[in-house]
């Protein structure tokens, strides 16, 4: 079963460059050429890719032609499925991954068998950050030097997005990946933010064959102004239990089923984004007490910041030394779990790092297995 590497935050994609280069990879073909199952891998280096050449023949008589298809485009074999995560508004203070006070049991044993950044380079801005992760570039050079809703009618601050720089999103798809992208889009201009279109800057039209979630910095998570993909939808009508937080991840679990159930071959890139530790903060009762119960927060802000316990001490105390495999500064805490660890499939050396989530994303994480690759969030 192919593994999912879990992808947090702008570092991921400064990974992405600066890793070591992998070999290029030979055109993987498959099925008889020319018919409809057949399949080829791309280079990559043009997107999309030209047309292939027609290879069948065509005559004066249908009787004496033969037909050809061109081959549909998939990933290489064994590419994985993977599923970026960015939480909203939370620092490293938060989690207890990363020495916070906030108990986050999925994320530190995630943690532990990986490696945790610390040089997420954050534009303290929301819809900036986000420009970056998806293009892998200065967010000043994809129109996101503000966030988008003081945008401006200037080259850098107009809060588009140029088609020629593509997102993630966009590589992935042209590769042969299955896309989507769950909850917040804070990466639509104001002025297109209706039904109205246009929608090319809509998560649709950068490169997400599935959209689910609302376009704006925030949201009610009780009433949110909700879409797929374009069309307004309205769940929580006659519906005072529903919440936004454990129905994306409920929407998010089903895209992954029907996918595997329909292409169990065709791998997966989710973009998951809650945008619950925004404000407005709406967790649900059962949250909202079971964290209350731990009085996490009675003693105030200065002692809460004071390390008290051996998470915190080691990851207080942790030098921020270069990673020599990635270009990127990681904790090297002497525990030897964390770090870098082996695909079980492919012997290559991968990343392992992790970041605190939403509770209602753990279903999610264990709906198959997975892996981690990257770390930390955006403000």
Known sequence: MRA???VVSVSVLALGVLSAPEPTLAQQITGTPGSPEATTTITGKQLPPPDPKFGGVIKEKASESTPWWPPRVVPPKGAPNVLLIMTDDQGF???STFGGVIPTPTMDRLAREGLRFTNFHSTSLCSPSRAAIITGRNHHSVGYGVVGEIATG???YDSIIPIEKGTIGTILKENGYATAWFDKDHNTPFYQSSQAGPFNQWPNGMGFDYFYGFVGGDASQWQPNLFRNTTAIYP???NPGWNLETAMADEAIDYIKQ???????????VYYLPGATHAPQHPTPVWFKKISDMHL???GGTKCATPSSPTKSAWASCPRTPNSHHGRKSC?????????RRNSSSGKPMCTAPISLMPTMRSVASSRPSKTWANSTTR
Not at 332 to 340: A, H, K, L
């Open 4 to 6: 999912t590497r879990w």
């Open 93 to 95: 203070g938060a989690p």
């Open 154 to 156: 200037f080259p850098g």
């Open 236 to 238: 929580f009508l006659n």
């Open 259 to 269: 996918l595997k159930e329909i292409a169990p071959s065709k791998p997966w890139f």
């Open 297 to 299: 927060f009675d003693q």
């Open 332 to 340: 090297q805490s002497g525990t030897p779990s964390v770090g870098m």
